[in-house]
T-cell receptor, first 113, second 113 residues
Framework: NAGVTQTPKFRVLKTGQSMTLLCAQD?????MYWYRQDPGMGLRLIHY???????AKGEVPDGYNVSRLKKQNFLLGLESAAPSQTSVYFC????????????FGPGTRLTVL | KQEVTQIPAALSVPEGENLVLNCSFT??????LQWFRQDPGKGLTSLLL?????REQTSGRLNASLDKSSGRSTLYIAASQPGDSATYLC????????????FGKGITLSVRP
């Protein structure tokens, strides 16, 4: 049982390049989330999904797209990276039942030059 | 809009001290509150989850309390150890299975040997 995993762990992009971050969970969770964490700003929700095939915008969705084609995977895409997207990205999941715990992945550190 | 505050932002204590970390939230209509630990360069690990109907939860040397009416939670760490050094974040979920967590910015704890 690996929990929540994220690929890649580190990435450096040039402005305008695109990339996809992959999140995978093996707990059969319905809900999945993408956050970014920046110094002084705390954790901010980018997009989330309440089940396979669904996605919704969070607090800071601009510049990002997501897809949840399979229940266990949640992809975060940057179509044209900007320096402002330099951050640490965390994926999380939960089963959606009453009183459930939210589990986080180890994070992806992204630098956009 | 729910706001979660954790003060101070950083705390340094000698080993063996009992300590209390505070968390306050502006909207008392919460569903549950969760305390997380984050080690440098790592993801978040759930420590304790308190449902709105509960007053406290305990796990080992950790005890978390919740006072919904006053919008406050505390995380008590008994007999602190250098291994407890980390950032501690609290997060509240407002209501319903679909609602999202609102995070505080965390308290960075350093336990000196």
């Amino acid at each position: 049982n690996a929990g929540v995993t994220q690929t890649p762990k580190f990435r450096v992009l040039k402005t305008g390049q695109s990339m996809t971050l992959l999140c995978a969970q093996d707990m059969n969770h319905e809900y999945m989330y993408w956050y970014r964490q920046d110094p002084g700003m705390g954790l901010r929700l980018i997009h989330y999904s309440v089940g396979e095939g669904t996605t919704a915008k969070g607090e800071v969705p601009d510049g990002y797209n997501v897809s949840r084609l399979k229940k266990q995977n949640f992809l975060l895409g940057l179509e044209s990276a900007a320096p402002s997207q330099t951050s640490v990205y965390f994926c999380a999941s939960r089963d959606g039942t009453l009183g459930d715990t939210q589990y986080f992945g180890p994070g992806t550190r992204l630098t956009v030059l | 809009k729910q706001e979660v505050t954790q003060i101070p932002a950083a705390l340094s204590v000698p080993e063996g001290e009992n300590l209390v970390l505070n968390c306050s939230f502006t909207d008392s209509a919460i569903y549950n509150l969760q305390w997380f630990r984050q080690d440098p360069g790592k993801g978040l690990t759930s420590l304790l989850l308190i449902q709105s109907s509960q007053r406290e939860q305990t796990s080992g040397r950790l005890n978390a309390s919740l006072d919904k009416s006053s919008g406050r939670s505390t995380l008590y760490i008994a007999a602190s150890q250098p291994g407890d050094s980390a950032t501690y974040l609290c997060a509240v979920r407002r209501g319903g299975a679909n609602s999202k967590l609102t995070f505080g910015k965390g308290i960075t704890l350093s336990v000196r040997p």
